[in-house]
Structure formats: C-alpha cells, structure tokens
C-alpha cells in the first residue's frame, strides 16, 4: 500500500472493492492498528495511533476477521462474547446481560449454549460479529463477510450491516461480491495496486466504466441488464430492486398501441 488516502464518517456503511491483491485487508488491517503506517499517519477519534496507544483504536473499532475461527477461543457462544468484557474487567453478570443483547442484535440468540467449533460457517460470522459488538465501538470493520456463505445467510449478514448502521455504528467492509456493495453501502472506494482508485455513492462507481476497468472488476447485473434495455441513463439503478422498479414503471407508462388494421374472422 502507497499514499492511501482514507477516513470512515459517523453513520455511514463504506465497501472496499478491487481485485485480489488490491490492498483491501491490508488497509482494514490498519483501521484497528493491528497495523501501523510506515509513513503517515492512522487517527482514531482525533487521536494519533502509535505503537504505545494500539488499544484505543482497537476499543473504538471492532474488527470481524475473514476467518471467524480466528477469534472463536471460549467453549460456549455466550462464554465468547462475553471474553472481550470480562478481559475488559467487566463483572460476570453485566457481562453475561451485555453478551446477550449483542447476540439478539444479530439474531443469534439461540445460540448462546452452542460449542462455536461445530457453528456453521455464517454462524460463526454472526458470532464473532456480537463479540465485536458487545465492546460498543464507533466502527465495525468486516473482512469478506459474504466469504463461503449461502444466500440466505449472507442476506442476513446484509440485513445485520443495515441494522448496525441504524444504531449508530460506522460499518466499513471489504467484499468481491459489488451486488451486495449496491445494496448495502452509502459509499464504495475502489482499490487497485495498493491504493484508493477513486469512490462514490454506489451510483456513482458503477457507472463509472473508467474507474471499474482500472480495477478488473464489472458493475453489478441491474447496471448491466439497465444499460441494454436503454434504461441506464437517468436514474441509473444499481441493486435489483431498483432495476425491478424502473422496468415496472416504464411498462406502465408504455401507451397502449391501436392496430392499424382490424380484422375478425369466422366464427
């Protein structure tokens, strides 16, 4: 990474996309300080980051790894989130009430006396998720967090980046899969050989052909699909329910033809 250029705003979802190679986990990786700059500077809540000040910046921003098994340690789901407060020195009881209403925000709940070992892969992301949230950071960072999971669960992981997000909690996230970026993410910055190509709304970045292509990446299906049916030059949809919306409204105000000729045959 070189000369990167980047800052996380209060409320808003931002998905880093780009190839493999582009930087993007590196870059997360710098968000928390489990890595430091060489040059430059990570600040934190208007705080530099230094070797000697790490634990604030992981305080404040949670970090959900690609690899939930990374941060699965305790013999029970509810022992697991509870690990960070009770290192914290959280007493046991505020910790266990507090561990509980993070497994509920992500609608894990029934979960708290399971082995995370024998969890499913996108229960193990919903896990390490409520671990990060229970430590009530200003931002939650999510590597990949689509990463081996079906469609239903990663419309759930969908549906939890939304939630979070309402309840006050910045939410930057790093992904492969753009149809997910249009639908969850207020800003998308794309990266290529180590640095921020450039960034946007969603709009914005998927019709920009120029920035996609200096990434190797192609713009979402209701971008494609609204480009051939003429339909992507105005309001430019970027997830299906929008291209759905804008087809629904085009057919509706498509005037109804009178034949030139009309003919009825025998009956």
Request: with cysteine; glycine share 10%; net charge negative.
């Amino acid at each position: 990474m070189h000369d990167v250029e980047f800052s996380v705003y209060p409320d808003e979802v931002v998905a880093l996309v780009g190839g493999n190679g582009a930087g993007k986990s590196t870059l997360l990786e710098h968000l928390n300080g489990t890595l430091v700059p060489d040059d430059g500077d990570l600040v934190v809540d208007g705080t530099p980051i230094t070797e000697d000040v790490r634990a604030r910046a992981r305080k404040a921003v949670g970090f959900v790894f690609q690899d939930a098994d990374t941060q699965l340690v305790a013999p029970t789901v509810l022992d697991d989130v509870m690990f960070g407060l009770q290192n914290d020195g959280v007493p046991a009881d505020e910790a266990r009430e507090r561990a509980r209403e993070a497994l509920a925000t992500v609608d894990a709940g029934h979960l708290e006396d399971r082995i995370p070992h024998y969890l499913s892969g996108g229960e193990k992301r919903l896990v390490g998720l409520a671990g990060v949230l229970v430590l009530e950071p200003s931002v939650v960072v999510l590597d990949e967090p689509l990463a081996g999971l079906d469609p239903e669960r990663s419309q759930l992981v969908a549906e939890r980046v939304a939630k979070i997000r309402e309840d006050g909690i910045s939410v930057v996230l790093s992904t492969h899969d753009l149809e997910f970026a249009a639908e969850v993410a207020d800003r998308v910055c794309v990266m290529a050989d180590g640095n921020v190509a450039g960034g946007g709304t969603p709009r914005e970045v998927f019709y920009d052909d120029a920035l996609l292509a200096a990434a190797n990446l192609h713009p979402p299906s209701a971008v494609r699909v609204a480009r051939e049916a003429g339909l992507g030059t105005t309001t430019k949809p970027v997830t299906g329910t929008e291209l759905v919306e804008l087809l629904t409204a085009a057919t509706d105000t498509k005037p109804v033809q009178t034949p030139v000729a009309d003919a009825d045959g025998p009956t």
